[in-house]
């Protein structure tokens, strides 16, 4: 298993949601991996870079956040101290 986890940031959130087993597994490939960081170039190379945000979650935040985590089992859990002041 090569990730555990899929992560999206949206405003003062960061959501985690757990991949199930069998998704973990991914393609069952290596030839995505090989092609991205091969140094004979390929044109997916550069839409890999170009698009950082569509594979890679940076999230810049000051003071607190909220965090919700969906399991594989489809619970919820949460810490949203961001939610809970507006409340």
């Known amino acids: 298993m ?3 986890w899929h992560t999206l940031a949206t ?3 960061l959501f985690f949601f757990e991949y199930t087993p069998d ?4 393609i069952r490939d290596s030839c995505w991996t090989e092609l991205i960081w091969s140094p004979i170039h390929h044109p997916l ?3 890999f870079v170009r698009n ?3 594979f890679n979650t ?5 003071d607190q956040f909220d965090v919700y985590v969906v399991l594989a089992d489809g619970s ?3 810490c949203c101290p961001c939610t809970e002041s507006r409340l």
Do not use: N, V
Request: neutral net charge; charged residues 25%; proline residues 0%.
């Open 45 to 47: 190379q550069d839409a």
């Open 11 to 13: 405003g003062k959130s």
């Open 2 to 4: 090569h990730h555990r």
């Open 23 to 26: 998704s973990a597994k991914g």
């Open 58 to 62: 940076m999230f810049l935040w000051s």
């Open 52 to 54: 950082q945000d569509l």
């Open 76 to 78: 919820l859990e949460c």
